[in-house]
């Protein structure tokens, strides 16, 4: 039951709390504060909820470690260390003055309570990585920074404890020291060995490349805590040493984040939720008062620190917002340093009950102002060079429908490039059942046909068949199999309900898929098209499947000599007319400008014609070129120009 309610609230929170436009990792907070025994009592933080915390918490650092560009973090070292001491050393002075002056705490509990202000915990990592910012300058120096901040905050925990007990003999700093030193030295050196030697042997077996990863990061944690480090430490440098061997868009990295989003991160946000005591919150003015100086004071010393070190190193708002809202979230050392300082007699009650207002309090803030100025970053990022991103082109088309699947496979050789010499993929996929079989069977012959339509086209051709749980389920499953770079489904057109884009086996594709996907209305024979008609959105060419969407497109309308119409932003005009004109095959292109992209439709009025097919670029929800517009674009185009092909294309997020 335990786990059951666990599960429910991962699945029910996010959905509940994006609706309000909260972040969803806010919400399983507040369902972790809700469940607790002081509100609905459906759970208790025993030891069941503090141990699959503490594993959610050693992945998350371990994620963040394997995900660090570390070629970019070792031309950074420098701006990390100085981001972590600025970070840590202005909200720790910052509190010893006030503990000391105003709150009348002794030297020890001020320096206690200045460590804990001074950390961080990557509690909005998630969102940075979901919008592609993990190679930004600033969002490495600040995962850099928190190793920093982190143990400067665990070393004066160690100094205020030894001070306590009396034991600050040399010789057990030089034993502390040696011990971190060889702990280092054996992860940093022995842990690559050991991967490259593990993947060497070891080779297609996904069930074992998972494992090692989850052995190594507990061994690290557990060997750092061993040798007086903190675990979550040990998880970040075992990312660290491991990173070189899980390429960032690899399916063993797709299986990482997919566990953590999923499982791993959704527990250590509930358990921190569970520390919430509404009755004592409830019961003392004295406590919020405390608690509103914690705050005040981690939120005015990491912005201080963030505005520093934004102006030394020349970030932008939307970066220096970012940074601030990665560093101020406390959560992870915080709550070690806190729960120790309480049994050891330094803090009180209140002060451990502010202390979880406060974190509380910096972990809404914190991803709130992640996920507002990151996007604004992914869409500000236009100014830079853009890396026309070109993959081995592989095309899946589903087929079901024998009256639409012969155009939808033709448009699938209209589009592919000429130079390419890989197979298409014609695929049936039948649902499971005790006649799955003898269906599966029956349709074959219709595989045998596009065998033969390839032939003819001196294409080769792969016929593909799949028994699954759901159509969707056994597309996604054979796209991540065949290594496929581009999906072509057919679409009827109609819309189902509000809240989805098409319907259910489209939505589920969209959610499940992460490649260049052509979601395909053909209402007019191909060979019929005199114009196409490319709707190019805002940031569209931020997206890494931008660049083959537009070649596949311009290649379509090559081979079908048709004119080709590229409409798209006024303010964008210049750069998407430099980006589409640099894509082979070379043809003339027509531009027109929109001042919207909201009047887009009333534009198209314009050139959109009987033999006009309409390519419109999307993107998948929460990616960086996404915005709300894209996501009644298929409704309105459908209802608009019924008559017409249309084609929406939700760009690759590889």
């Not at 008062?289 to 070190?309: H, N």
């Not at 792969?462 to 499953?477: D, E, K, S, W, Y």
């Not at 052509?518 to 499947?545: M, Q």
Request: charged share 20%.
């Amino acid at each position: 039951m335990i786990f059951a309610t666990l599960m429910a609230l991962i699945f029910l929170a996010p959905q509940i709390v994006t609706r309000l436009k909260i972040p969803g990792m806010v919400g399983l907070i507040l369902g972790g504060a809700l469940a607790g025994p002081s509100a609905l009592n459906l759970l208790e933080r025993d030891a069941t909820i503090v141990l699959l915390g503490t594993v959610g918490l050693l992945y998350l650092m371990f994620q963040a470690g394997l995900s660090l560009d570390l070629g970019r973090f070792n031309t950074l070292k420098g701006r990390s260390v100085v981001f972590g001491l600025f970070s840590f050393f202005i909200p720790q002075l910052l509190t010893l003055w006030m503990a000391r002056n105003v709150l009348g705490y002794s030297l020890e509990a001020s320096l206690l309570l200045g460590s804990i202000i001074g950390s961080h915990t990557l509690i909005a990592y998630p969102i940075v990585a979901r919008l592609g910012l993990m190679k930004n300058t600033a969002v490495t120096m600040t995962l850099g920074g928190t190793l920093v901040t982190d143990t400067l905050s665990l070393a004066i925990l160690a100094i205020v404890m030894a001070s306590l007990s009396g034991d600050v003999a040399a010789i057990d700093w030089a034993l502390f020291g040696g011990a971190v030193a060889a702990y280092a030295a054996a992860a940093i050196l022995g842990l690559p060995r050991l991967g490259y030697a593990f993947f060497r042997t070891v080779r297609n077996s996904p069930e074992m490349e998972f494992g090692f990863l989850m052995t190594v990061l507990f061994v690290t944690a557990w060997l750092a805590e061993a040798v007086g480090l903190a675990p979550i430490i040990g998880a970040f440098i075992g990312g660290l040493a491991l990173n070189r061997l899980v390429p960032e868009q690899s399916t063993l990295m797709a299986r990482i984040r997919f566990n953590g989003e999923a499982l791993f991160v959704p527990f250590f946000l509930i358990s921190v939720g569970l520390l919430i005591d509404f009755q004592v919150l409830f019961s003392s003015l004295d406590l919020w008062k405390l608690a509103a100086v914690l705050v005040g004071l981690v939120s005015i010393g990491k912005l201080v620190a963030t505005l520093i070190v934004r102006q030394i190193f020349g970030y932008t708002w939307a970066e220096g917002w970012t940074i601030y809202g990665l560093s101020v979230p406390q959560a992870a050392a915080t709550l070690a340093v806190t729960l120790i300082g309480f049994e050891a007699g330094i803090f009180d009650g209140t002060l451990v009950n502010a202390v979880v207002v406060m974190i509380l309090a910096t972990c809404i803030l914190g991803p709130a102002l992640v996920e507002k100025y990151g996007l604004e970053m992914a869409h500000r990022a236009e100014a830079e060079p853009v890396e026309q991103h070109r993959v081995r082109e592989r095309l899946l088309v589903p087929v079901a429908n024998p009256k639409t699947s012969d155009e939808l496979f033709d448009l699938a050789l209209y589009m592919r490039d000429p130079k390419c010499r890989e197979p298409v993929y014609p695929l049936m996929v039948v649902t499971d059942g005790q006649d799955a079989e003898e269906r599966l069977q029956a349709k074959r012959q219709m595989l045998d046909h596009f065998v033969d339509k390839g032939a003819e086209a001196q294409v080769q051709v792969r016929p593909l068949t799949r028994i699954a749980m759901n159509v969707a389920n056994g597309i996604a499953r054979v796209a991540r199999e065949e290594r496929i770079s581009m999906v072509l489904i057919g679409w009827s057109g109609h819309v189902s309900t509000r809240e989805r884009i098409f319907g259910t086996v489209l939505d589920q594709l969209l959610e499940e898929t992460r490649q260049l996907l052509f979601v395909n209305r053909i209402n007019e024979p191909l060979a019929t098209t005199e114009r196409v008609v490319l709707a190019v959105p805002p940031f569209a060419e931020r997206s890494p499947g931008f660049f083959e969407a537009v070649h596949s497109v311009k290649t379509l309308a090559s081979r079908l000599d048709a004119e080709l119409v590229v409409v798209c932003e006024a303010r964008h005009l210049e750069h998407d007319r430099e980006y589409v004109d640099s894509l082979e095959p070379d043809m003339e292109a027509k531009y027109v400008p929109v001042e919207a992209w909201s009047t887009l439709s009333q534009k198209l009025d314009e050139v959109v014609d009987r033999g006009s097919m309409i390519f419109a670029l999307s993107a998948r929800p929460r990616s960086a070129p996404w915005i709300p517009e894209l996501d009644r674009l298929p409704r309105v185009l459908s209802e608009r120009y019924p008559d017409n092909s249309l084609s929406v294309v939700f760009l690759s997020e590889y």
